[in-house]
């Protein structure tokens, strides 16, 4: 079975940090992984999509890696500001999963002034 | 166009009383997907159809869930005989393409059922 981990499960850093969150899996037959963000009480907003023959993505203060060999991902964010605060998810579709996706529990950010 | 729209934000239903939630994907996605996100927790996976087929429903908890997409956009899923475990947020995603690997998936914001 699938198993996708964050760590951490919840931070909090003073405005202006570069952060870095972890996403682990346990099946390297991944098709890509993707990074969601989560406002409370809202859905979740795609942030970058890498491919598996990729290994990052880049869209502005974030970064994103793939290592499928070592079965992990990593969430850069550059000069971190109060609007970053939300919960980051992974998730990824594995073999035979018709693009399924299987979530990672997530890490809560809060990012104070 | 418009994102991914659900109906209702919240529903509060008694125990025993059957539900139904509603998802108007994408104009134009192929393929839609249903998850339940508990409090806390990533969202897990229920059912997927592609058009109107349902491919894949191993992830349904039991057989008082039902989901379909008759005409292949919108799609209900009905909750039959609801319990107070079936409390959690239900999403509803969709994509443009068929096989959809390299497709992102696009959330609505969720229904949020309360069972009392």
């Known amino acids: 079975k699938q198993e996708v981990t964050q760590i951490p499960a919840a931070l909090s850093v003073p405005e202006g940090e570069n952060l870095v969150l972890n996403c682990s899996f346990t099946?390297?037959?991944?098709?890509?992984l993707q990074w969601f963000r989560q406002d409370p009480g809202k859905g979740l907003t795609s942030l970058l999509l890498i491919q598996s023959s990729q290994r990052e993505q880049t869209s502005g203060r974030l970064n994103a890696s793939l290592d499928k060999s070592s079965g992990r991902s990593t969430l850069y964010i550059a000069a971190s500001q109060p609007g970053d605060s939300a919960t980051y998810l992974c998730a990824g579709p594995f073999s035979g999963g018709y693009n399924k996706l299987i979530f990672g529990a997530g890490t809560r950010l809060a990012v104070h002034p | 166009g418009a994102g991914v729209s659900q109906s209702p934000r919240y529903k509060v239903a008694k125990r025993g009383q059957d539900v139904a939630l509603r998802c108007d994907p994408i104009s134009g996605h192929v393929s839609l997907f249903w998850y339940q996100q508990a409090l806390g927790q990533g969202p897990e996976f229920l059912t997927y159809f592609q058009n109107e087929a349902q491919l894949d429903k191993s992830g349904l908890p039991s057989d008082r869930f039902f989901a379909e997409r008759p005409e292949g956009s919108v799609s209900t899923l009905k909750i039959q005989r609801t319990q107070q475990e079936d409390s959690a947020v239900y999403l509803c995603?969709?994509?443009?393409?068929?096989?959809?690997?390299?497709?992102?998936?696009?959330f609505g914001d969720g229904t949020r059922l309360s069972i009392l």
């Open positions: 995603a969709s994509s443009l393409e068929r096989t959809g690997y390299n497709q992102p998936q696009h």
């Open positions: 099946d390297s037959a991944i098709y890509n």
